[in-house]
């Protein structure tokens, strides 16, 4: 039994959301913190902004209010020298009583809510999982695979770690029309394809992949063409010239716009999610939002986004060439998993990741 304070009916923080890390960790970070003031904003939710000045433009289109962090702030030093002091300072001069840190970086003493995001299975570094645990601040996970590890790793009790799904970024992906995917289709020279979604992180699961594919399609008669997304070039050829010198249609892309990466997985036979992204589901998420039929390796992150709306195998050849079998034989399947895709991606948008932040910042708020 929960022994926490009830929350009142009322309860709605002004947080305060920093936004001074933009462009200094990966892109998809700086995306998803993008998104999430979109939806603030599109739901005007009581939520203020501080960034650099570079990027105050960018937050105002989002008709938020908007403070510009002092022009010194010129190196990462100076960033975390000004976030332990002049952003609790901002803070209460605003009137926020919660302090919303997606890049990992937060201030250590104040009596503000603090809630911090973390977006790795292993979280921050072994420092920053310290500091977090010997403080008990609150923390945002955007799966409970990652939220269970994390309270494995530093100890922090269940109710200070809160999973706050992503959301789907409709300026990524979208469900193509059949102009883009014609477009990408005589682009590449093919008429039917399977997308392969991994990462430099899933390169055994590739190979396992690999073998369990060329099982599939050997001998069938029916050889689509096979195209890899995401994984770097040297690492896929490696993996993957078995299949080539076998006379299979193996095309490795990079540097593709949002519109020909969501036509290629959109306009695929089905396509194939080898990469948790870390255990956030971000790939998977994308593919179901293109509207393509999707196998999925089986993992607790990718039952958690897709539930039963994909075809899932685990990593055994074996697993891989059944589930591919089965796909390019069932035409009615694959539509069926289309369609399932499609209603799945609709559960995750960036107003429901608001809604699910907003619960962390009123815990933390009530905890200060």
Known sequence: MSTERSEPANANPRVLIDATGLGTLSPEIDSDLIELARAAGRTRDDVVVVCRPRDAKL????????????????????????????????????????????????????????VVAVR?????????????SAIRTDVTVPSDAIADE??????????????AHLGVSKDRTAIPDWEAVESVSDLYGVTEWIALL???????????????????????????????????????????????????????VSGLDDSERSALIGGSLFTVVLDDSRETGRALLDALACGAAVMARNTAVHREIAADAVEYAD??????EIAITGLLNNPDRRRSLATAAVTRSHAFSWESSLKEHRAAWTRASLRA
């Open 150 to 163: 994390f309270r494995d790793a530093t100890g922090l009790p269940a109710n200070r770690v809160h999973r």
């Open 120 to 132: 790795q299975t292993n979280g921050p570094g072994d420092r920053i999982r310290r500091v977090l």
């Open 198 to 252: 991994a990462s430099d992180d899933n390169l055994d699961s590739v190979e396992t992949f690999r073998d369990g594919f060329r099982r599939a399609t050997e001998f069938s008669g029916h050889r689509p063409a096979l195209i890899v997304l995401g994984v770097e070039e040297s690492a896929a050829v490696s993996r993957l010239t078995e299949l080539v010198d076998n006379g299979f249609d193996v095309r490795i």
């Open 315 to 320: 990593d055994t050849p074996a697993a891989v």
């Open 59 to 114: 937050f105002k289109s989002f008709d938020l209010e908007v403070h510009r962090a002092p022009d010194r702030i010129r190196t990462e030093r100076s960033r975390r020298l000004w976030i332990d002091w002049g952003l609790p300072r901002l803070a209460r001069s605003v009137g926020a009583t919660v302090i919303h840190s997606p890049h990992g970086v937060f201030p250590i003493v104040t009596r503000l809510g603090r």
